[in-house]
Structures are given as C-alpha cells and as structure tokens.
T-cell receptor, first 109, second 113 residues
Framework: TQLLEQSPQFLSIQEGENLTVYCNSSSVFSSLQWYRQEPGEGPVLLVTVVTGGEVKKLKRLTFQFGDARKDSSLHITAAQPGDTGLYLC?????????FGTGTSLTVIP | DTGVSQDPRHKITKRGQNVTFRCDPISEHNRLYWYRQTLGQGPEFLTYFQNEAQLEKSRLLSDRFSAERPKGSFSTLEIQRTEQGDSAMYLCASQGTLTYEQYFGPGTRLTVT
C-alpha cells in the first residue's frame, strides 16, 4: 500500500482538453509538493501547497490542497503537448519524504 | 549553474561489480537525499543526510548499499556486488533549512547486465 495514491495512473488526451490529477492519502501532511518529470531527467518542482484549502495557480495549472491536508489535486486547462510527462505529488507526513505513485500524461497534438 | 548535479549520468556494469555515484547539492542546502526510481514509478526513498550525518536509511535498503557525505557537501552512493535488480535511475535531491521543497539532480541511470 502506497502512502500517496495518485489517479489516474495513465492519461492520454487531445490538445486543448482539460484534465485533473488526484493525490490522496490517509495521512496528514504539513505540505505537499507537485513535480513534473520528463523521461531520463529528475523531477522538477512545480508548486508547494501548505495551508488546508489553499489554491495556487501557475499559468494553466491549478493546484488545490484539501481542507484536511490529506489530499491534493492538479487541474490543467487547455492541455498542450509540452505538458506531457510524469506528474508526481510528494510530501513528508512527519517521518520520511514520500512520492506518489505518479500520473503519466500524454497530450496528443 | 547552481543546481544539483550528478555524475555519471549513465553507468553500465556487469553483475557483481561495484559502482559509485556522486551528487553535488545546491551549495547552501544542508539536507541531501538519495532515491531510486524504476520506469513509470515514483521515486523511492533510500537515505537522507543532514550535513554530514546520515539520519535515516530505508529499511528496504540492502547492506550492499552505502552512502557517505564526508564534509557535508557532496555525497557518494556505492552499490557493492551489483545485481540485475539494481538497474534503475538513482536520483539525488537537496533541501534547504526550514523549507519544504527538494530540488533534484538529473539522475544516474544504472544498467546491470
């Protein structure tokens, strides 16, 4: 059982569509981070959410932290081929830094 | 460039050989992490340093794995008597004091034949 479960695991959409990726846990996190990783490279930090209920926007990406700080979501508006990659949520519930199971996104031109 | 760097980027070795990877963190960061990642999965925590002290080590980490950070700056990860199951991407990340974010290097891709 993974501490951070992401859904969906795989997502293939057409350019211009919207999508949401979910990151869920039964543990409480003081913060959650979202990363994007391209093949053969290390993860690149996108955002950190800290406060329960917090919403952060990064151009076409909207990140939300659940009120109870156990879950988070990433919404992408009008997806572009450049958004293709592995999206990872991550955080430390108090003992160790964990990564989510990952969502592999493919945006088809 | 002041980001995290790792060397080498790729390593191919025969089963039973020893390999060593190096990580240079962001200079002002006192925390350094090692992770292992297999294809399509999220990174899996291996070990963590604060300055030169190794504070945590995953229970999944075999005795064949050892990591050092002798002067609290760069770190090395050694794998002895490599096995095919060790084939993976090995990632290093650094983190500053009182911050949440980890910054990753480009990784070392290990292939054990």
């Amino acid at each position: 059982t993974q501490l951070l479960e992401q859904s969906p695991q795989f997502l293939s959409i057409q350019e211009g569509e919207n999508l949401t990726v979910y990151c869920n846990s039964s543990s409480v996190f003081s913060s959650l981070q979202w990363y994007r990783q391209e093949p053969g490279e290390g993860p690149v930090l996108l955002v950190t959410v800290v406060t329960g209920g917090e919403v952060k926007k990064l151009k076409r990406l909207t990140f939300q932290f659940g009120d109870a700080r156990k879950d988070s979501s990433l919404h992408i508006t009008a997806a572009q081929p450049g958004d293709t990659g592995l999206y990872l949520c991550a955080g430390d519930p108090g003992n160790q830094f964990y990564f989510g199971t990952g969502t592999s996104l493919t945006v088809i031109p | 460039d002041t980001g995290v760097s790792q060397d080498p980027r790729h390593k191919i070795t025969k089963r039973g050989q020893n390999v060593t990877f190096r990580c240079d963190p962001i200079s002002e960061h006192n925390r350094l992490y090692w992770y292992r990642q297999t294809l399509g999965q999220g990174p899996e925590f291996l070990t963590y340093f604060q300055n030169e002290a190794q504070l945590e080590k995953s229970r999944l980490l075999s005795d064949r794995f050892s990591a050092e950070r002798p002067k609290g700056s760069f770190s090395t990860l050694e794998i002895q008597r490599t096995e095919q199951g060790d084939s993976a991407m090995y990632l290093c990340a650094s983190q500053g004091t009182l911050t949440y974010e980890q910054y990753f290097g480009p990784g070392t891709r290990l292939t054990v034949t």
